[in-house]
């Protein structure tokens, strides 16, 4: 894994946004997650958009997760927190921002067509993931199967906790959720993790330095060998060996720039 630790949560999103730039300008297929931990990256890609006339139109884009039962308009979905906090602010077109049909009824059928439809665009390029305070990653909970496909999952009470702060009421958060599974994340080119804050020093901490397991979804990234974490000083303040993981960067060489390969390859 690639650890770049940073001193505050602006600079974790220039950091994000310049890796996410270099698949921007390429016409990539995006990973984009919600949560409020992607949203100063996303703000400063939305500014670069403005200001240096980095353009979108080329990209496609896929949500990570969905949750069952909220129509698209509510305030809440997925499906228009992607849009009111980034996409809408940038010249991607509106048609290729995918996420999984929280409404289908039959749910399975919503996530076997979600997994394919990735697989067809040819596969996510980076991925852009937060992290829960349990270790999850899209909303796959601990006890996920390590391979798993795009699928249905029962919310951690820990996480319908954790995300009630964005709802009236913890009755209204959904219990259910569709998600990239594990598998379908670790098929992309570069899962790219932030994460900023005490809170989630812990969960840093296990998925970085504790054994490869399902009882730390975010562990499974051990298993990909472009994973890199972009995270503040707070988030990795759990982490035993930070003094390596600032040497490697520090002492990277000149001819590489992410796990030995040049960022633009
Ligand atoms: C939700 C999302 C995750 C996100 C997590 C952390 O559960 N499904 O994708 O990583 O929240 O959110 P935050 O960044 O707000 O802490």
Known sequence: MEILIRDTPDEVAVTAADIVATYVRRGAVLGLATGSTPVATYQELIRRHREEGLSFAGCTAYLLDEYIGLSPEHEQSYYRFIRDEFTAHIDIDDAV??????????????????????????????????????????????????????????????????????????????????????????????????????????????????????????SALQMHDRTTLVIDADAASGLVRTDYYRHVEESRPAWSAVDGRPVEA
């Open 97 to 218: 921002v995918h996420s999984p049909d929280g409404l289908n009824p039959k749910p399975w059928l919503a996530a076997e067509k979600y997994d394919a439809a990735i697989r067809e665009s040819g596969g996510i390029s980076v991925q852009i993931l937060g992290i829960g305070t349990n270790g999850h990653i899209g909303f796959n909970e601990p006890a996920s199967p390590l391979k798993a496909r795009t699928r249905v999952e029962t919310l951690h009470a820990q996480t319908v906790s954790d995300n009630s702060r964005f709802f009236d009421s913890i009755e209204e958060v959904p219990t259910h959720a569709l998600t990239q599974g594990l598998g379908t994340i670790l098929d992309c080119e570069q899962p790219l993790l932030l994460a900023t804050g005490f809170g989630k020093a812990d969960a840093i901490a296990a998925m970085v330095e504790g054994p490869l397991s399902a009882s730390c979804p975010a």
